[in-house]
């Protein structure tokens, strides 16, 4: 260690400055526009669906019309337009408040952007069992690889393992129904959270939710925990602006309004400025 | 109209605010109590920085504390429009986004753990894990090794102006030994080119306050606030021809 002054080195910054280097796409005003190596109005407006090229611009990665679909109908389960739901709430008071509709989009998004449901559960999620998966095909059985992850009241705490008041999961069965509808066999993922799940019920009475198995389904297909990040981040958006829509017309603080003495206070008692 | 006294209304526990209703309506409050006080008592008698302080602690600040706050909060209340935040919201300001949306879409883009809102959590959690170990050391073994989260550098080198306000913060609550910890692991880095970075300041200031690390992140957002909100307006008055795309002559697509 020296105390002579050093000279920073900003050649990584200077390289950059006023300059764009990029292989995902360009504008080409007049013309078409770039997209990963094809032209967007003349290939690709003809060749995809909305979703596919959604999963394009997002991961480079062209996607059959059965997966895009599959993804699609997977919107119907994390889209519902009922506002108790946290994000759907959230839409409900923006739109009571008189806000953009681009607000509530954000908010939404925000909020489903939680470790406890929305996308940032099911990054999780895919974290978890690709975590358990290694730790399982590594030799160690199920009480070993489980003793790695969180516990909560003497029961492993997996995201993609938790249902709101412990109701079963109305979405898994459609969701099978719909994989094997659409032509997909289980895989090795969706072979493991089975296995997972048939231990948890057995030992804690824990069973899958909809995105266990759904994020199960996308490690299948090859997406990273990143990926499914990226890709689920506005699954939600439809259930919340349904609910803006219908809460924007309401009168003013007119979504669950709240009495004073509806907040309980656990602070400390009224005192007063010495 | 049928009474709604038995109906289940979910809502929230909070012991940071309560608030009396008006006899005549039950949905207006006649007095609004923070942490206990009275909020008339605090606007008549307290300044701001008191009442943040009572706000986030609990408790009203003794005068180092209040200092040490105030010298914070005056050196981010703008980090300059090369910061993220404050970028974004000149960058939409200047292309005529809604208004209303400029602060909370500064405040996203400086939410990520690169230089942002989560780098103050992070700093706020290994300033706590490595509090009972001696400095220098820690310090040492960063110059070898990764940098500590909120330390380090910024484009290569330290900052100098992130140093001269953790001196000035230090300098402000001498006797706080979390800021004197730091202090000393600043200086260390110093000698191997690394120092503050904003996001460590924030998260010392919020562990000598006895924040925790989310509170200390939502601080760090609070704080630079005031510099996204009037950056970001002041463009709001400029044409959008004032801020061109990049030409294509500076805009390189390679293969994918």
């Given at each position: 260690m020296k105390d002579e002054p050093r000279i920073p080195d900003t050649r990584p910054w200077d390289q950059r400055r006023g300059r764009i280097k990029t292989a995902l796409g360009q504008w080409l005003g007049g013309r078409d526009v770039q997209v990963r190596g094809r032209?967007?109005?003349?290939e690709l407006l003809q060749e995809l669906s909305v979703t596919q090229l959604s999963v394009f611009n997002i991961t480079g990665r062209l996607i059959s019309p059965a997966l895009a679909t599959w993804l699609e109908k997977t919107v119907f389960f994390t889209s519902y337009p009922d506002p108790r739901i946290w994000c759907n709430h959230l839409g409900a008071m923006a739109g009571n408040g008189g806000a953009s509709p681009a607000a509530a989009a954000a908010l939404g998004t925000l909020a489903a952007d939680s470790r406890a449901y929305g996308s940032k559960l099911q990054y999780l999620t895919v974290r978890t069992l690709q975590d358990l998966y290694n730790r399982r095909h590594g030799g160690e059985d199920w009480p070993q690889a489980l003793a790695h992850m969180p516990w909560r009241n003497g029961a492993p705490d997996l995201p993609g393992f938790a249902r709101p008041g412990r109701v079963p999961d109305e979405r898994l069965e459609p969701m099978r129904r719909i994989t094997r509808e659409l032509g997909f066999a289980p895989g090795p993922y969706l072979q493991f959270v089975a296995d997972l799940s048939a231990y948890l019920i057995e030992h804690h009475q824990r069973d899958m939710n909809a995105a266990a198995y759904a994020c199960a389904f996308l490690m299948d297909q090859g997406f990273s925990a990143d990926e499914v990040y990226r890709l689920r981040t506005s699954d939600v958006l439809s259930g919340v602006l349904a609910c803006y829509s219908e809460w924007?017309?309401?009168?003013?603080?007119?979504?669950l309004p709240l009495r004073c003495d509806d907040v309980g206070y656990t602070g400390p008692p009224p005192r007063s400025l010495l | 109209m049928s009474s709604t006294a038995d109906r289940p209304n979910p809502a929230f526990a909070t012991a940071i605010c309560s608030e009396e209703a008006c006899p005549d309506n039950p949905?207006?409050?006649r007095q609004r109590r923070l942490h206990g006080y009275d909020v008339a008592d605090l606007w008549r008698q307290v300044g701001f920085v008191d009442a943040l302080l009572l706000l986030f602690t609990g408790e009203l600040p003794g005068p180092s504390q209040k200092r040490m706050l105030e010298v914070l909060m005056v050196g981010l209340m703008n980090p300059g429009p090369r910061h993220g935040a404050v970028r974004a919201a000149m960058l939409a300001g200047v292309s005529k986004?809604?208004?209303?949306?400029l602060l909370p879409l500064g405040l996203l883009t400086g939410s990520g753990s690169r230089g942002g809102a989560l780098e103050v959590a992070a700093s706020h959690d290994y300033l706590s894990a490595h509090l009972a170990e001696d400095p220098l050391v820690r310090a040492r073994d960063c110059l070898l090794g990764d940098p500590a989260p909120g330390f380090g550098t910024c484009h290569g080198g330290p900052e100098p102006i992130w140093q001269q306000l953790g001196a000035d913060m230090v300098a402000a609550w001498p006797d706080s030994p979390v800021m004197a910890w730091c202090d000393t692991f600043a200086a260390t880095l110093m000698r191997g080119g690394q120092s503050w970075r904003a996001p460590g300041l924030v998260a010392a200031a919020g562990l000598a306050l006895g924040l925790g690390p989310r509170e200390s992140l939502g601080l760090y957002q609070l704080l630079i606030a005031p510099g996204v909100v009037v950056q970001g307006m002041e463009q709001t008055h400029r044409p959008i021809s004032s801020n061109p795309l990049l030409p294509d002559a500076h805009y390189e697509l390679t293969s994918p």
């Open positions: 032209w967007l109005l003349a924007r017309s309401a009168p003013e603080d007119g979504f | 949905y207006n409050a986004s809604a208004p209303e949306h």
